[in-house]
Each structure stands twice: as structure tokens, then as C-alpha cells.
């Protein structure tokens, strides 16, 4: 249903008998679109049949029908890419398929296209990211640029979802896409369960979408577990926006929904995620009362103070086996790493303070300045950002994430508040991990910021989702 007609149930009704082929044509573009995902991630699954034909299908399905196109990202974002179509990888080339089919659209039928302040930073902040990437502007060795190029495709390709998201569900509903979005979500926390437990051998069947990990804690279908709690942060608030945004059966869903991610989330023992969800249910207790959010603030210290001395031992004794003072000084040395490698960032900074060393080159850069560490990544992406970018980058993302945010506060989308707050625990987050260079990790709240800002400020569209 359009979200004119989801305004107007009289229109709808109308519509619905004089020409049901105008509901009937949304209504399978979606069904197409996740069909085509679904099927391609079957095979993964399987890990046989023909996957590149699959995804071609995918790709074909996305220049017919952008909107499938969106459908289609909604089931597979999360989803271990196989080497496939490198360096734009799958995502990528269905996102860019989805962007030829709209401009074809555009061509055929022009409409409208709203370009925000906040587009026009975030395109000059890919501009800045490509320059650096040129290895005659930056010198560096071709396999520094390869690797940088991979992360600069997946900073592109997130910012492509959101500008084709706010585009493509302008006049129709994102329920759909939403609900596929947490579908998708959701198997990604019970595969994460499953592979936790090994349940009935479960690891073995789902082999194809676990990538090698010798990790005790649950990381699923991620490289790691901090990878997975990001994830899953990100889609618990995603489930707490709509379980409390909706009524009905949809609440009720959500709910489920809610409890599936929450387990999954807590095998993770992710304490960056923790936090994470944690920003983010503030922030959307913070939006409907302060004086609650406050008190939650009080509430979840108290937690902390009293708990983690009980959840790091829990921790330790399931990654290290034990809690003696070995799994201690193991632990005290994961944290010297990160410390160091924050030291190193922050000499990066002060040699290239303008512009950065160049973009996505942190891991190979930072070496120069650990001396008794083997961690060359930064596993902060604000950090990566000012090193990288230097106060340029620095400033083209915060102008950027302004934009954002004002965009957000005039939306009229059910979700507009779920939004803020999936991005507020996405920014907190991203102390803790490289987040932009993966868009498996970070696709989900690229597509939900897409959607939010899909609904514009107009009394007619007020309250359509």
C-alpha cells in the first residue's frame, strides 16, 4: 500500500476496488525482491548449485524493480559475502543495480529528487575518502591500496543504501522492508545461538555462513563476536522501536523478536555492544521522558558497578577457562593492545593533521609505532577517522552526522525516534570497532536512517510507515 493510501484508508479502499493492480504490483515487488534474497542465501547455505546465477537474478530483479532491490539488500545484509564479484562483492553489486534501475526510472518518468545539505557533505566526504585511495596521490604499495579500496566500497555502498532508501519509499510503505529487515536480523541471532550451543550439531550444518573462528563466545555468521554484538545492538533497538511504536500482532512479533537478538546479543559478551544498546535505550527513554531516562542512567551505573566484576569473570572463564590470574594479565594484555594501538592512532594524527595518512591505510601505518604490541588495528572508527582523514575527514563526518540528525528530528516516521537511537548506539559503538568498513555489520542501520528519512515533513504523510 502507498503511504498516501496508508494515510488516507478511504483512498486505500478506494484504490483497492477500482484498480487493485496499483497494491497488487507493491505488494510483489517486495515478494520478488526477498524471494531472490532468500534463495540466494539458501544456496549459500548449502553451499551448492549455481550462487553466481543467483546472483545475477538478484541483480537483474534490482534493475527491473529498485524497490525489490531494496527488499532483496533487507535479507542479505548481514550474510557472509562469498568471493564473489571482488572488490564490489555481492552488496555492493546489488546496491549498484538497484541505483541503475532508479536512474532508469528517473529517465522514463522524472521525479522530484531532494538533495539535502547533509547528502551533498556526505558525497564530498566519498570524494575526500576516493582522492586518498589513488595510489599517485598517497605513494603507498598496491596491496595498502587494494585493502583500502575494499573499505572505501563499503563506505560508498552504505551511503548509496540510504540516499536509494529515502528515494525509493517516498510515496509507499517501509513496512515490508522493515519487517524483512528483522526477519533477517533474527536468523542471524539464532544461527549465532545455534553455533554458541552447537545445538544437535548445528555448526556443521551451518558451516557455509560461519566464517572461521576459534572464538568462544558466539560470533556467528560475523568474523568475531564484537562484529556480531554490534550487529545485534543495533537490531535489539531496531525490535524495541517497532515493538513500541506498533500495536497488535506487530508488538507482539517484535517482542519475540526482541527476545531472540537479546540472547544472541548476550552470547556475545561484547562489552562495546553492551554499551552500545545500552546509548541507545537511553536515548529513546531520553525522547519520551528524560526524568525516566535519567533514572535509567542511575539504574544501568548501578548495574555496572555492582555487575561487571561478576560478568568479566564469566567472561574469562569461558574464553580463557578459567579466572586465576593468568586469564587476569591475558585480559590486562587485550587491553594494553587496544591502549597502544589508540597511542599509535593518535601519533598518526600528529604527523598528517589535515589531511590524514590516507584513507583505510590505518593497520599497515599504525606498525611504525607498536613496539610491543601485534595489533595494528585501531578497533576505534573515530580514531581510524582522525588519523586517516585528518580534521577534514573529521569535520566532513560530523557536519555530516548533523545534517542527519536535523533530518531525523523533522521526520514523520513511526521509527524517526528508533532511528536516533540505533544511530546514537551505532556512533557509541564505533569507539569500540571499525564499524563503516564493513557493511555487514553496519547495513542495517544504513537501510533503517534510509528508510526514516524516506517519510518527509508533510501533515498528509504524518504518521504512514
Known sequence: MTARAAAFPGVARAISVARPELLDVERLEVVVGAAAGVGYVGLLWLGAGPLLLAVLAMVAVAIVSPVAGLATLAVILPIPEPDLLIPIRVVGAVVGATAFGTLVRAVIRPVPIRISPGTLIAVGYLALSALSVIPAVTGYPDEWEKSAALSFIHVATGIAIVILTSHLLRDRSSAPIVALALASACVVAAIGIADFVNLGGATGGLAQLLPPSDETRSSGVFSNSNYQGFFLAQAAILALAIATARRGPAALISGFALIVIGVGLAATLSRGAFLGLATGVVIAAWIRSPRFAIALMV?????????????????????????????????????????????????????????????????????????????????????????????????????????????????????????????????????????????????????????????RPLPALEGAT
Open 299 to 455: 539504574m544501568l551505573a548501578a548495574a555496572v558497578a555492582i555487575g561487571y566484576p561478576i560478568f568479566l569473570a564469566a567472561r574469562l572463564d569461558l574464553t580463557a577457562g578459567s579466572t586465576d590470574l593468568g586469564a587476569y594479565l591475558g585480559q590486562a594484555r587485550s587491553e594494553f593492545e587496544r591502549t597502544t594501538a589508540f597511542a599509535a592512532g593518535l601519533r598518526l594524527f600528529q604527523s598528517a593533521p589535515i589531511f590524514g595518512v590516507g584513507f583505510g591505510v590505518f593497520e599497515f601505518t599504525s606498525s611504525q609505532y607498536l613496539t610491543f604490541s601485534f595489533a595494528t588495528f585501531s578497533h576505534n572508527q573515530w580514531l581510524d577517522i582522525l588519523a586517516e582523514q585528518g580534521v577534514v575527514g573529521i569535520g566532513l563526518v560530523l557536519a555530516a552526522l548533523a545534517g542527519l540528525a536535523y533530518a531525523i528530528s523533522r521526520s514523520q516516521h513511526r521509527l524517526a525516534s528508533g532511528a536516533r537511537a540505533m544511530l546514537g548506539a551505532y556512533l557509541v559503538g564505533s569507539f569500540f570497532i571499525d564499524s563503516t568498513t564493513s557493511i555487514q555489520i553496519s547495513g542495517l542501520t544504513w537501510l533503517i536512517l534510509g528508510i526514516v528519512l524516506s517519510r
